[in-house]
Nanobody, 128 residues
Framework: QVQLVESGGGLVQAGGSLRLSCAASGGTFSSDGMGWFRQAPGKEREFVAAISRNGGSTYYADSVKGRFTISRDNAKNTVYLQMNSLKTEDTDVYYC?????????????????????WGQGTQVTVSS
C-alpha cells in the first residue's frame, strides 16, 4: 500500500513562492507517475501538474504553466511542486497522487480517476 505525505503548505503573500513536497512509501516510487491536484471546499478537484515515472515528461494546467514546476527525486521517493508568482486564486488544498498505470500521455496524467493513491493534502493560502 502506497502512502503519500505532503508538506510545505502555508500562508504566503501574492507574488511569493512555496515548494510543496510529497514523500512516498510502501511502493516502488520509480514505477509510478505522480501528480498534484487541488481542491477548495465546494469546488471540484482540479489538475495542477504531473510528471512521468522517469521525470522525462511533465504536464501542467494552463492556469499554472510558467509559474509552477513539478520535479521528482526517485532516490528520495519524493515529488516536488515549486510554486512561484503565487496568486490569490491559487489558494486551495493541494493533494499529491500516485498513478500505477502504464498508459501515458496528457489525458491520462491529467485525470484524477487515473490515480490510485492520494495524500491527505496540504493547505496553501495566498493573501492579497
Amino acid at each position: 500500500q502506497v502512502q503519500l505525505v505532503e508538506s510545505g503548505g502555508g500562508l504566503v503573500q501574492a507574488g511569493g513562492s512555496l515548494r510543496l513536497s510529497c514523500a512516498a512509501s510502501g511502493g516502488t516510487f520509480s514505477s509510478d507517475g505522480m501528480g498534484w491536484f487541488r481542491q477548495a471546499p465546494g469546488k471540484e478537484r482540479e489538475f495542477v501538474a504531473a510528471i512521468s515515472r522517469n521525470g522525462g515528461s511533465t504536464y501542467y494546467a494552463d492556469s499554472v504553466k510558467g509559474r509552477f514546476t513539478i520535479s521528482r527525486d526517485n532516490a528520495k521517493n519524493t515529488v516536488y511542486l515549486q510554486m512561484n508568482s503565487l496568486k490569490t486564486e491559487d489558494t486551495d488544498v493541494y493533494y499529491c497522487a500516485a498513478r500505477h498505470k502504464y498508459y501515458s500521455g496528457t489525458y491520462y496524467y491529467t485525470q484524477g480517476y487515473q490515480y490510485d493513491y492520494w495524500g491527505q493534502g496540504t493547505q496553501v493560502t495566498v493573501s492579497s
